[in-house]
């Protein structure tokens, strides 16, 4: 017989807490429903009246185009993982870990949900990634689910600046009803009442995923797991054998936030459209108001007195030669409407508006590739473009961190769950592929022996973290092409330079450099074999003198021998 931890009178307390942190989350939730509509306006804006009744929608995108720029910067930086040992015994399962984080990212279709996330983030400041063991992955054998989280659907107590201190985690969705009888034939039929959190269309039921914490009494804290709907439990943990460590092992709620720019007190922040709505809005008012002028002084209109005699109807015909006139004309009977230019003061003031909005969001023309201040150079450009990438690169290190968590919950998941051996297929250096296989067993936590007093003593494997981007711009590829044409020639290829060419690459940060090192090694190798002895007795005179730095000492060495080929000397 099943035991009933978790049962109807659990429900409605976590249901009137559900409630609570709902309530708090109020205001975040109607500032991002006040936000989307205002980018809404951006792509799809709503006319407006003139003067005259005519509907037009002088609506500019000056804030969305920066949105569209920060998004382009951050795609360039999409992140990649490298898992590091902390013991020398780690090393191979780190390197394995390393090749098969980016399939398990890959197969999650990480890139689309990083995208989804830097949307949602430079709108509202806060997005949320969720890592998840779905066991209908894979054909039934299970696998890493990493996908993007609707931080509208997730609630978590208030004031905590870290959601992994909240005391519980709910997160809610609309179903299919038939689909929720489908999978758990015990539910009832019973509906949550949220109050009008989430308004419930057609047959849809409303499902919550709650996550809580509990010490247990040997002083550890698990995570539990439990699917309700109205007063049903769908599913509890508490209620199952076999979950005695909780639902994961590793006890993290599986929700990593990434924030983009905080506030304090609070585990969300602010974004892009928070940041620079009023500018934007005021642009768009003197656009309306500019182009409502344009357009009356550009229409030709005249001033006519009534005893003049102008046939009004044929006067208005564009298609007459001739138009009747009774009695005389001049400017004081038909006079045209003169509209005086604007004053450039208020021209002036939009552009000044546009370059605040641009400077609060960091959006710079230089940043676009638009020349600035008289520089015309593609070096300089590029220069200054970097430089003018700070804001990027520091909303990057935020989500590297965000990123790093994630990942560790991957890994997490690796542990618990990769019981069975899998392949995967790994993308070689040279372009060719490669399998392997990966389970559990080396990084599972094993015991190692035992206390005086009988307690065993386990060992898990810890591993560190390292996050690097691919950039795929072509000013890195360019870069990098130069800075091999730049080695080549210095020399550092030639096999009589080697120990030197080691001591360049073995400082400098290059993409492959590992690589490279290896084939100059390897062609010093082949083109003088010695032997051990051998390169002892040849090793340089000056051995004994003091290098003070070995980046210096390498590219002096390098250019003494340019300088002995130049003269013809032996080297």
Same mark, same amino acid.
Request: charged share 25%; aromatic share 10%.
């Given at each position: 017989?099943?035991?009933?931890?978790?049962?109807?009178?659990?429900?409605?307390?976590?249901?009137?807490?559900?409630?609570?942190?709902?309530?708090?989350?109020?205001?975040?939730?109607?500032?991002?429903?006040?936000?989307?509509?205002?980018?809404?306006?951006?792509?799809?804006?709503?006319?407006?009246?003139?003067?005259?009744?005519?509907?037009?929608?002088?609506?500019?995108?000056?804030?969305?185009?920066?949105?569209?720029?920060?998004?382009?910067?951050?795609?360039?930086?999409?992140?990649?993982? @490298?898992?590091? *040992? #902390?013991? !020398?015994?780690?090393?191979?399962?780190?390197?394995? +870990?390393?090749?098969? =984080? %980016?399939?398990?990212?890959?197969?999650?279709?990480?890139?689309?949900?990083?995208?989804?996330?830097?949307?949602?983030?430079?709108?509202?400041?806060?997005?949320?990634?969720?890592?998840?063991?779905?066991?209908?992955?894979?054909?039934?054998?299970?696998?890493?689910?990493?996908?993007?989280?609707?931080?509208?659907?997730?609630?978590?107590?208030?004031?905590?600046?870290?959601?992994?201190?909240?005391?519980?985690?709910?997160?809610?969705?609309?179903?299919?009803?038939? @689909?929720?009888? *489908? #999978?758990? !034939?015990?539910?009832?039929?019973?509906?949550?009442? +949220?109050?009008?959190? =989430? %308004?419930?269309?057609?047959?849809?039921?409303?499902?919550?995923?709650?996550?809580?914490?509990?010490?247990?009494?040997?002083?550890?804290?698990?995570?539990?797991?439990?699917?309700?709907?109205?007063?049903?439990?769908?599913?509890?943990?508490?209620?199952?054998?076999?979950?005695?460590?909780?639902?994961?092992?590793?006890?993290?709620?599986?929700?990593?936030?990434?924030?983009?720019?905080?506030?304090?007190?609070?585990?969300?922040?602010?974004?892009?459209?928070?940041? @620079?709505?009023?500018?934007?809005?005021?642009?768009?008012?003197?656009?309306?108001?500019? +182009?409502?002028?344009?357009?009356?002084?550009?229409?030709?209109?005249?001033?006519?007195?009534?005893?003049?005699?102008?046939?009004?109807?044929?006067?208005?015909?564009?298609?007459?030669?001739?138009?009747?006139?009774?009695?005389?004309?001049?400017?004081?009977?038909?006079?045209?409407?003169?509209?005086?230019?604007?004053?450039?003061?208020?021209?002036?003031?939009?552009?000044?508006?546009?370059?605040?909005?641009?400077?609060?969001?960091?959006?710079?023309?230089?940043?676009?590739?638009?020349?600035?201040?008289?520089?015309?150079?593609?070096?300089?450009?590029?220069?200054?473009?970097?430089?003018?990438?700070?804001?990027?690169?520091?909303?990057?290190?935020?989500?590297?961190?965000?990123?790093?968590?994630?990942?560790?919950?991957?890994?997490?998941?690796?542990?618990?769950?990769?019981?069975?051996?899998?392949?995967?297929?790994?993308?070689?250096?040279?372009?060719?592929?490669?399998?392997?296989?990966?389970?559990?067993?080396?990084?599972?936590?094993?015991?190692?022996?035992?206390?005086?007093?009988?307690?065993?003593?386990?060992?898990?494997?810890?591993?560190?973290?390292?996050?690097?981007?691919?950039?795929?711009?072509?000013?890195?590829?360019?870069?990098?092409?130069?800075?091999?044409?730049?080695?080549?020639?210095?020399?550092?290829?030639?096999?009589?330079?080697?120990?030197?060419?080691?001591?360049?690459?073995?400082?400098?940060?290059?993409?492959?450099?590992?690589?490279?090192?290896?084939?100059?090694?390897?062609?010093?190798?082949?083109?003088?074999?010695?032997?051990?002895?051998?390169?002892?007795?040849?090793?340089?005179?000056?051995?004994?003198?003091?290098?003070?730095?070995?980046?210096?000492?390498?590219?002096?060495?390098?250019?003494?021998?340019?300088?002995?080929?130049?003269?013809?000397?032996?080297?």
């Amino acid at each position: 017989m099943k035991r009933k931890i978790i049962d109807v009178p659990q429900i409605r307390g976590a249901m009137e807490e559900l409630l609570n942190y709902q309530r708090a989350k109020s205001a975040f939730l109607a500032r991002v429903e006040d936000e989307e509509q205002f980018y809404r306006l951006r792509v799809t804006p709503v006319a407006h009246s003139n003067s005259e009744g005519e509907r037009f929608a002088p609506t500019s995108a000056w804030l969305l185009n920066s949105i569209l720029q920060k998004h382009a910067d951050l795609m360039e930086y999409i992140p990649t993982a @490298a898992c590091l *040992a #902390r013991e !020398p015994s780690d090393v191979e399962d780190a390197k394995a +870990l390393s090749q098969i =984080l %980016p399939v398990i990212l890959e197969r999650s279709n990480f890139e689309s949900t990083y995208s989804d996330n830097m949307w949602f983030k430079l709108k509202h400041g806060v997005c949320a990634y969720g890592v998840f063991w779905n066991g209908e992955l894979e054909n039934g054998l299970g696998d890493i689910d990493v996908r993007r989280v609707d931080m509208r659907n997730l609630y978590w107590q208030p004031g905590v600046r870290d959601i992994q201190h909240s005391r519980s985690v709910y997160f809610v969705e609309q179903l299919n009803a038939d @689909a929720v009888q *489908a #999978r758990f !034939p015990h539910y009832d039929g019973s509906q949550t009442d +949220l109050g009008g959190m =989430l %308004p419930i269309e057609g047959d849809q039921v409303l499902v919550v995923d709650w996550y809580y914490k509990k010490r247990t009494p040997e002083g550890r804290t698990v995570l539990h797991y439990c699917k309700f709907a109205g007063d049903c439990v769908l599913f509890s943990s508490e209620n199952e054998e076999g979950y005695e460590n909780g639902w994961y092992e590793h006890g993290e709620y599986p929700f990593v936030l990434d924030v983009l720019y905080p506030i304090e007190g609070e585990s969300v922040g602010f974004g892009m459209i928070a940041l @620079a709505r009023d500018p934007q809005i005021y642009i768009d008012r003197m656009d309306r108001n500019l +182009l409502e002028y344009m357009d009356w002084a550009t229409r030709v209109r005249f001033f006519c007195k009534k005893s003049t005699g102008v046939d009004e109807q044929e006067f208005a015909d564009l298609s007459r030669l001739i138009v009747g006139v009774e009695g005389d004309l001049d400017e004081e009977r038909l006079r045209q409407i003169c509209v005086e230019d604007p004053d450039p003061f208020w021209l002036n003031l939009k552009n000044a508006k546009v370059n605040e909005l641009k400077e609060t969001t960091a959006s710079r023309d230089i940043l676009q590739g638009i020349p600035d201040g008289g520089v015309t150079a593609a070096s300089a450009i590029a220069a200054l473009q970097e430089a003018g990438n700070k804001t990027v690169r520091d909303i990057v290190s935020a989500s590297y961190r965000s990123f790093v968590r994630t990942v560790r919950l991957v890994i997490e998941c690796v542990r618990q769950f990769y019981s069975e051996a899998r392949f995967f297929r790994i993308l070689g250096e040279n372009g060719d592929y490669r399998y392997v296989s990966f389970s559990n067993q080396s990084i599972a936590e094993r015991p190692i022996g035992t206390l005086t007093d009988g307690t065993p003593i386990c060992r898990r494997p810890i591993f560190d973290i390292d996050v690097r981007a691919v950039k795929k711009d072509p000013y890195t590829r360019l870069s990098h092409n130069e800075t091999m044409k730049d080695l080549y020639r210095m020399g550092v290829f030639e096999p009589e330079n080697a120990a030197q060419a080691s001591i360049l690459l073995s400082n400098m940060d290059l993409s492959g450099i590992g690589l490279l090192r290896e084939q100059v090694e390897a062609l010093a190798k082949a083109k003088h074999p010695a032997s051990p002895d051998a390169a002892a007795a040849s090793a340089p005179s000056d051995t004994k003198e003091e290098v003070k730095d070995p980046l210096l000492y390498a590219f002096e060495k390098a250019q003494q021998l340019r300088e002995q080929a130049a003269e013809g000397a032996e080297p």
